[in-house]
């Protein structure tokens, strides 16, 4: 029997999610929104935090629903050796989508797969066997037998501790995979998408790539970009001979080492369209912990910090960039409170589907 063609078409569109996906779902001005409320000191986390719930609960359900839908016998007993043995078996030629299907049945991810399992299945199978059975044990000592029926549309099984555990099992590494991909899928999207939008607002155009020749009036940015012997720069943005570096993270007060490790990434000077130009660093996060030493740390290395969790952190940038660069914008002069309006504006005369170009 195979699984993956039984599961439900919306637990299928759960398991990957894509850029396009998204913004399907949301649509170009509610992607906009998105991008407005981070520019305005919000939390990109508020609303992608519940288009990954509704990912998994649309998992969770159509994972229920495939146990109801399963053969099984009538008092809903599993063998668990033959189970597990045929989800084995169906995962040796899977691939893609019900790959990772077939592992979530064992519970497993991708990563736990290569960690835990080392591409073996086999030592893995009998361990997973023998400890759902010897959990099984012990639930029935301890809580005693589970009892009663889950019916969907009319397909009902028996509910037991095997179908409990095997669908607790499924559902676990559900989690794992789902929040794993959103999170990682939705942070770099929006990066993007917030640079892109805040570096044109501020007077800078566009360039898909690192222009090969430049002159020293134009005034250019482009994303996502890795020299050769330094890491990669969230943004780079030129304006005769000087340029600036920027790296952007949704990166809270638990996560220090990561944003520490931000500051010393990018040196004093660098070529760019056959002129030198010198660098600097700003370095935008969502939050920088009370005791951190970032702050001090970034004016060593020529950098600045910003935090997004300030609802004037954009005019703090734009001011930053007019003391680099010798210039204002528009942004620069704005006061907290004209802040929506201004976005407003501004964002209805952009494309930001060009920043993923």
């Avoid at 898909?208 to 020299?227: C, E, H, R, Y």
Wanted: charged letters at 20%; hydrophobic letters at 35%; a negative charge.
């Amino acid at each position: 029997m195979d699984l993956f063609e039984k599961y439900n078409s919306m637990g299928k569109n759960a398991i990957t999610t894509t850029r396009t996906d998204f913004s399907k779902s949301i649509g170009e001005e509610g992607t906009k929104d998105i991008i407005k409320s981070v520019l305005l000191g919000g939390n990109v986390r508020d609303t992608t935090e519940f288009i990954t719930q509704r990912r998994l609960l649309n998992s969770y359900a159509s994972m229920i629903s495939l146990f109801v839908n399963m053969e099984t016998n009538s008092n809903g007993d599993f063998n668990f050796k033959e189970y597990s043995e045929n989800i084995s078996e169906s995962l040796s030629g899977a691939k893609n989508d019900a790959k990772i299907f077939y592992l979530w049945l064992m519970g497993l991810t991708k990563k736990g797969f290569d960690n835990v399992a080392r591409g073996q299945l086999t030592q893995y199978s009998e361990s997973f066997v023998s400890a759902t059975e010897e959990a099984i044990e012990d639930f029935e000592t301890e809580f005693g037998p589970l009892t009663g029926k889950i019916n969907i549309n009319g397909e009902e099984i028996n509910i037991s501790w095997e179908i409990f555990c095997l669908i607790g099992i499924a559902i676990g590494s559900q989690t794992l995979t789902i929040r794993g991909s959103s999170k990682s899928m939705n942070g770099k999207m929006f990066e993007k998408l917030v640079l892109g939008t805040l570096l044109t607002i501020s007077g800078f155009k566009y360039c898909s790539k690192p222009p090969t020749s430049i002159k020293l009036t134009d005034k250019f940015f482009w994303l996502s970009n890795m020299d050769a012997n330094e890491r990669e720069t969230d943004a780079t943005l030129i304006y005769n001979g000087k340029a600036i570096n920027i790296d952007i993270g949704f990166i809270g007060k638990g996560n220090p080492e990561i944003t520490l490790d931000k500051v010393t990434r990018f040196g004093a000077y660098k070529q760019i369209g056959g002129i030198s130009h010198d660098m600097s660093t700003i370095i935008i996060v969502d939050t920088v912990g009370e005791n951190s030493d970032l702050f001090n740390k970034a004016s060593h290395v020529n950098g600045h910090v910003l935090q997004m969790k300030e609802k004037d952190w954009t005019i703090k940038f734009a001011q930053l960039i007019q003391d680099i660069f010798g210039f204002s914008s528009d942004l620069s002069s704005q006061n907290s409170d004209q802040l929506e309006n201004f976005f407003d504006s501004n964002l209805s005369l952009i494309n930001v589907s060009d920043f993923f170009n």
